[in-house]
């Protein structure tokens, strides 16, 4: 029963995000001919639109590399930058028109990819030497400020996940600007991805937050590991990465399980290995305390459902 009620929260909490009505629900779930034509209708157009996508890319980058050496600066710049700008236009202007509305995600994902290298190109052209944080620093704002808008104006998942690909680049620029520690910066920006994720699990975006969820846990406890291994507060990662696995549990993350399960399992394994290498009773204990945690988490569970629960 229990994954049964996982999945019908599950489909409560799509229903609510999306703004479903039960009519639509329903013919959808008996699949009736029109549903069946939107569907295989859908799916071309996606699979078109992806790869017409990537056929304008690759003829853009094969006419630059042609004609790279017979362009002055200008020519230079506007060549990679003005691509990128148009391609972002043209995603804009897709958005409009429900026939080309599948096409806006990849133009939007090109956008993201040739824009930067544009500006990257414009900062080696006019720009006389200094530090290299600065320029990525300005990119990855003026990156942010124009995809930021956008999902502002549009709300699209493919515009969440480039503005905060560009807002996490950008604050790790602006933190190495100001020399901060980079175990520091990870632990920041890690904690701070795994916030935004959690956010948009729970928003119509939920299909980009397990990706949210594995760069932001990843990245927060390799920093905690760094910062907190070798010293007199390295147990402290023990209960981060048992945190993560009770985050895992609320936020109903496979991802989070994942990360916490491989952090957990690592750290063990390391504490035994500095600690009780030669020492067979360990492993024992360990494997007797596990046993006893499981017990404890059955036992909790039965006490919940017999008498919190009902009387509830």
């Known amino acids: 029963m229990t994954a049964k009620r996982d ?44 790869i017409g996508g990537i056929f304008v890319f690759a003829g853009i980058s094969i006419f630059i590399h042609m004609q790279w ?17 148009c391609a972002f236009i043209m995603a804009v202007v897709c958005l409009t028109n429900e026939r080309f509305e599948k096409a806006a995600t990849p133009l939007f994902l090109i956008s993201a990819v040739v824009e930067p290298l544009g500006l990257v190109v414009l900062l080696q052209e006019y720009s006389h030497g200094g530090n290299p944080e600065y320029g990525v620093a300005f990119i990855c704002l003026a990156m942010l400020i124009q995809h930021g808008c956008a999902f502002w104006a549009k709300q699209r998942t493919v515009l969440a996940l480039t503005t905060v690909f560009f807002g996490f680049i ?22 701070a991805l795994t916030c935004i994720a959690w956010s948009l699990d729970h928003s119509r975006h939920k299909s980009i937050a397990a990706l949210g969820y594995f760069c932001g846990s990843v ?7 760094e910062t907190l291994w070798h010293t007199g507060f390295s147990i402290v990662f023990l209960g981060l990465a048992c945190a993560t696995i009770f985050l895992s549990t609320t936020a109903r993350s496979r991802t989070l399980l994942l990360v916490g399960t491989v952090a957990l399992l690592s750290f063990i394994g390391d ?14 204990l360990l494997v ?18 017999k008498f919190i629960k009902q009387k509830a």
């Open 7 to 50: 999945a019908l929260i599950e489909v409560a909490d799509i229903i609510r995000r999306h703004s479903l009505t039960l009519d639509e629900v329903a013919r959808a779930v008996n699949e009736t001919r029109d549903f069946k034509a939107e569907k295989s209708g859908g799916i071309l157009a996606r699979v078109f639109g992806y």
């Open 69 to 85: 050496d017979e362009l002055g600066d200008a020519g230079r710049v506007l060549i990679t930058l003005g691509p990128g700008f």
């Open 170 to 191: 950008l604050f790790a620029a602006l933190f190495d600007i100001m020399h901060v520690g980079e175990d520091a910066i990870g632990v920041v920006l890690g904690a």
């Open 288 to 305: 007797l305390g596990g046993f006893l945690l499981i017990g404890a988490g059955a036992a909790a569970v039965k006490i919940n459902n």
């Open 219 to 225: 990245l927060f406890l390799m920093a905690a590991w």
């Open 271 to 284: 504490y035994f290995a500095e600690h009780f290498a030669d020492t067979l009773g360990a492993p024992v």
